[in-house]
């Protein structure tokens, strides 16, 4: 098993919908990333969480240390925000960052 | 500041070729990863350095592998006798240092493919 996992692994979506990815893990972490990867290989962070909740234009990221589960969400969904989304986790023990296999999101006009 | 660079962009090489990467991060950053990623998958972990100690290699990392950051600045990724498993993207990230949680910064990675 994976020490970190997402779901969905592919998401499609009409402009518009509110979209949801979810992160689970299972190690002790400092702190959690999501990440976008385009087509191209360029990642970019979007957030980084260590409790609670950020708000970013569109994107919203939560996380329950309690549960160790992380959620991402797209309000109003647009064809750019077509990508692939990644969770990582910084691990509190080994200190490097653990990434999950990524959501690939497609948005449609 | 232009943000963590990586060259070259792209490498196609035959098989038993030694190819290096580079990578330049943030100056200032001390922490430095190297990542290999492949079609349809996560990042996977290769290396770190804090300046210009390497603290941990991953078993993917076999004896082709290795990587260098000798002045605490930039990074060296050298793979000896390239297999054609090896074509992957390369993926080399910076941050200061990752235990008070600072953002981390990727590169463009280095596309290996191996004919």
């Known amino acids: 098993k994976n020490e970190v996992e997402q779901s969905p692994q592919n998401l499609t979506a009409q402009e518009g919908e509110f979209i949801t990815i979810n992160c689970s893990y299972s190690v002790g972490i400092s702190a959690l990333h999501w990440l976008q990867q385009h087509p191209g290989g360029g990642i970019v962070s979007l957030f980084m969480l260590s409790s609670g909740k950020k708000k970013h234009g569109r994107l919203i990221a939560t996380i329950n240390i309690q549960e160790k589960h992380s959620s991402l969400h797209i309000t109003a969904s647009h064809p750019r925000d077509s990508a692939v989304y990644i969770c990582a986790v910084l691990s509190y023990n080994t200190d490097k960052l653990i990434f999950g296999t990524g959501t690939r999101l497609q948005v449609f006009p | 500041d232009t943000g963590v660079s990586q060259d070259p962009r792209h490498k196609i090489t035959k098989r038993g070729q030694n190819v290096t990467f580079r990578c330049d991060p943030i100056?200032?950053?001390?922490?430095l990863y190297w990542y290999r990623q492949t079609l349809g998958q996560g990042p996977e972990f290769l290396t770190y350095f804090q300046n210009e100690a390497q603290l941990e290699k991953s078993r993917l990392l076999s004896d082709r592998f290795s990587a260098e950051r000798p002045k605490g600045s930039f990074s060296t990724l050298e793979i000896q006798r390239t297999e054609q498993g090896d074509s992957a993207m390369y993926l080399c990230?910076?941050?200061?240092?990752?235990?008070?949680?600072?953002?981390?910064?990727f590169g463009e990675g280095s596309w290996l493919t191996v004919v």
């Open positions: 100056s200032e950053h001390n922490r």
């Open positions: 990230a910076s941050s200061l240092r990752a235990n008070s949680g600072n953002t981390i910064y």
